[in-house]
């Protein structure tokens, strides 16, 4: 048993991973702003969970919380481009000015586990068959530029005791109870389900997916990995490499097959600037630690048709709350 402090963790992954932390014995503590709202009503007073309002910049707060922590599960960032690009001096100062005294101040507490969830979006734009850890970064975008400058602070701190390991996650997809509907396939299914139309923005760019199931199983799972097998290391973790014109046809075929008496489903393919394109190859972490995620991208989206056929998305198009760029324009995060 321990005590995991996730900065970040009432968010999309969080709202997944807090409730398998709590099931696998660990005391949890929850660091974040909650403006997206509260995943964890049904916990609310849990034994082994504490949630701290507050923000990841707040040096002292922070500081407090880390007391008597072994762990740290970093989540916490403003997540995705367009979210960033809204305010890049604020994206900067979430993702990457506070980062580096936060992992100070877990050392400094006694911390002796620190993972770091980085982003495959690293990478940029490779033509590279199968893009491992070694490969060249090129991030395309400030958002991707401070996930990348954030990884070397984490594993300069490796010591003995404190162990410290990256993980360069591929999308995400699938259903949490703080649902995302800017991410690919939860975007896709949204639209094939309510709209029975599917807008793809370029189709040939090749994008790395993985399950929500699997992601948050891997960051519970690394807690109690052999330390040996993790210190210092950065480890891809992604699925299916597909390209956004195949995962829409997946979208539809999937959507069709649960909701067989709706009206055929149009894909529309429009021009796009955003050339992002890898094959992300994650043999290593499958090698190293025997990680082999378990979910397709089929299930993300079976997953979130039954959430939509239980009536857990009202108004899913335009609610703010699935859209972490229209809800930052609405009420000023920064």
Known sequence: MSTVFVPGGAGYVGAILIPKLLARGHHVRVFDTYAYGQPFAPFTGAAGLTEIVGDVRDRELVTRSLEGCDAVIHLA??????????????????????????????????????????????????????????????????????????????????????????????????????????????????????????????????????????????????????????????????????????????????????????????????PTDDLRSYHVNSDKIARVLGFRPRHTLEDAVRDLCRAFRAGRFPNSLDDRRYFNVKLMKETALA
């Open 77 to 270: 960032c403003i997540s995705n481009d367009p979210s960033f690009e809204l305010d890049p001096a604020y994206g900067k100062s979430v993702n990457f000015d506070c980062f580096a005294p936060l992992v100070t101040a877990a050392k400094r507490a006694g911390v002796r586990r620190f993972v770091y969830a980085s982003s495959s979006s690293v990478y940029g734009l490779s033509d590279e068959p199968h893009v491992r850890e070694d490969h060249p970064l090129l991030p395309l975008t400030d958002y991707s530029k401070y996930k990348m400058l954030c990884e070397p602070i984490i594993l300069a701190e490796q010591s003995t005791d404190f162990t410290t390991v990256v993980i360069r996650p591929a999308t995400v997809c699938g259903y949490s109870p703080r649902m995302r509907f800017d991410l690919s396939v939860n975007i896709l299914t949204n639209h094939a389900v309510n709209r029975r139309k599917i807008l793809v923005f370029g189709g040939v760019q090749t994008r790395p997916n993985i399950h929500i199931g699997d992601i948050t199983d891997l960051y519970v799972d690394l807690l109690d990995e052999r330390a040996d097998l993790i210190a210092g290391q950065t480890f891809n973790a992604g699925f299916q490499n597909r390209s956004i014109g195949e995962i829409a046809e997946i979208v539809r075929s999937v959507v069709i097959a649960e909701f067989p008496a709706g009206a055929p489903i149009e894909i529309e393919t429009q």
